[in-house]
Every structure is written in structure tokens, then in C-alpha cells.
């Protein structure tokens, strides 16, 4: 059974820090494309990261210089550290696996998803 499961959410202040986990079983999620998107409410799922399997990076705009996409292949585990944070990064965390593309990520690529992790950023 393909599973990701995302930890690492929690409560910050404006200027704090917070480090997401997404766990991946029965997937090897080095040969996919991985993602880390976010959905606040009342708005649309964006995508903030992505990493290629062959370690390539990229960054929305709102995320690039305080954010950073890594992965640990012996340990299955992406990895999303945030530094930084605003409030406007408050949003459920999501990780998703598919296919790489350069330029903005594109929820229509990932076909594996896990169930979130909340991230609240107070001012």
C-alpha cells in the first residue's frame, strides 16, 4: 500500500522556524518527482518545492531563500525546512509524489498525496 504520511506541523512566531517530514512506505519516493504544496483556507493548493530524483530543486517565489526541499533516500523521507516564517505561510502542508518539471509545480503532476500536516505562523 503506497503511504505518505507528513509530520513536523505545529505553532510558530513570526520569524521562526519548522522542519516537515513526509515519510513514504511502499513508494520509493527517489525515483519520483516529490513535492511539498499548501492549501490555506479559502484558497487554492499552491506548490512551494519540488525535487527531481536526481536532486534538483525548485521553489515558488514565496519560498525561495527560506525554504529548502531535501530527501533522504535510506530513509524514504522528504524533508521540507522553513525558516523565516510569516504568517501568510500558515496552511495545511501537504507532500506529493509524481513527475518533475521545471517552472511552477502543478498539482496535476503528483499522483500520490499524503493527508497534511498545520502550520500556523502568529504575528
Known amino acids: 500500500q503506497v503511504q505518505l504520511v507528513e509530520s513536523g506541523g505545529g505553532s510558530v512566531q513570526s520569524g521562526g522556524s519548522l522542519k516537515l517530514s513526509c515519510v513514504a512506505s511502499g513508494y520509493a519516493l527517489s525515483s519520483y518527482g516529490m513535492g511539498w504544496f499548501r492549501q490555506a483556507p479559502g484558497k487554492e493548493r499552491e506548490g512551494v518545492a519540488s525535487?527531481?530524483?536526481?536532486?534538483?530543486?525548485t521553489y515558488a517565489d514565496s519560498a525561495k531563500g527560506r525554504f529548502t526541499i531535501s530527501r533522504d533516500n535510506a530513509k524514504n523521507t522528504l524533508y521540507l525546512q522553513m525558516n523565516s516564517l510569516e504568517p501568510e505561510d500558515s496552511a495545511m502542508y501537504y507532500c506529493?509524489?509524481?513527475?518533475?518539471?521545471?517552472?511552477?509545480?502543478?498539482?496535476?503532476?503528483?499522483?500520490?498525496w499524503g493527508q497534511g500536516t498545520q502550520v500556523t505562523v502568529s504575528s
Open positions: 506529493a509524489g509524481g513527475k518533475f518539471r521545471w517552472g511552477p509545480l502543478r498539482s496535476g503532476d503528483y499522483n500520490v
Open positions: 525535487i527531481s530524483p536526481g536532486g534538483f530543486t
